[in-house]
């Protein structure tokens, strides 16, 4: 039995340090490039972006980036650059700074809101969680008055799938707007997003209708077809749970830190060397 347990301590550590080992993208002179280090590099250029999933050429130029970075932090290191007055300067800035989101951090943590706050929000602004009426239309967009014409009187006579289909054809062979080869798709948009001569004439129409005359904008002349129109509804608590849980916390932490900065301020001497803005606007 206590072998066995030997055995398996030692697959528990070989497992360890196969991870560890997983982690690491490269070595500079025996320190560690990770993983880690590479998010941290790429969310700073980028807050949304992944390391984990770039390019293989692309996690290649970073790791590059990373050994540069070692290799001259070495090298200025070597030169004298941590001795001189300026660094120690920055240095005594960073630890401020770091000590201060540190200490924000920990505040944001310390708040909690609760399912039954955030429901309790929901239902008193449910006006705030309407989705807009929208719909889902196509469209064919040529420069003349008369094709557009000739276009509806080719179409006037199919309903249903035979003229959703013949439209998408005519709009991959006919229309002007880069639409036309996605078959005048424009996806789904709501009132008021289009042009007002669009909009109007699209919002007339029934689901699998098409415009009876063409529309004209500053873009040409429409043929529009409606494919699905959705009223106006209320998102679900579900949906806007975890963005209703942030904003309250962030309205508290907000709150909580004002407070105690304005008693902070209360207990501090401050001297403040510039003028007071609303005494000169009196």
Do not use: C
């Amino acid at each position: 039995m206590l072998k066995l347990a030997k055995t398996s301590l030692l697959a528990v550590a070989v497992m360890a340090s196969s991870v560890a080992a997983s982690d690491i993208l490269a070595t500079v002179n025996g320190k560690n490039i990770t993983k880690e280090d590479a998010q941290a590099f790429v969310t700073a250029a980028a807050p949304n972006s992944s390391f984990m999933q770039l390019k293989p050429q692309e996690q290649r130029m970073v790791t590059d980036r990373l050994v540069e970075k070692e290799l001259f932090t070495e090298l200025a290191a070597k030169e004298g650059f941590e001795k001189k007055p300026e660094f120690q300067r920055n240095m005594e800035k960073l630890k401020n700074e770091l000590l201060v989101n540190m200490w924000m951090k920990a505040q944001m943590d310390s708040i909690v809101v609760s399912d039954g706050d955030a429901k309790a929000f929901y239902d008193k602004n449910s006006a705030k969680f309407m989705q807009q009426d929208s719909m889902h239309a196509r469209h064919i967009l040529v420069k003349d008055e008369k094709e557009a014409q000739a276009i509806i009187d080719s179409l006037k006579s199919l309903k249903g799938d035979a003229l959703k289909t013949k439209f998408i054809e005519v709009a991959q062979t006919k229309s002007t707007g880069p639409s036309g080869p996605k078959g005048g798709d424009l996806g789904t948009f709501a009132k008021g997003q289009m042009v007002p001569e669009f909009s109007d004439a699209a919002w007339a129409l029934e689901v699998g209708q098409i415009t009876t005359k063409p529309v004209k904008t500053q873009f040409g002349y429409h043929v529009i077809f409606l494919e699905e129109k959705t009223p106006a509804k209320p998102t679900s608590y579900d949906e806007v749970k975890d963005k209703i849980l942030t904003m309250l916390k962030q309205q508290q932490f907000t709150a909580k830190v004002g407070e105690i900065a304005k008693e902070l301020k209360s207990k501090a001497k401050i001297e403040n060397m510039l003028p007071d803005v609303n005494a000169t606007q009196k």
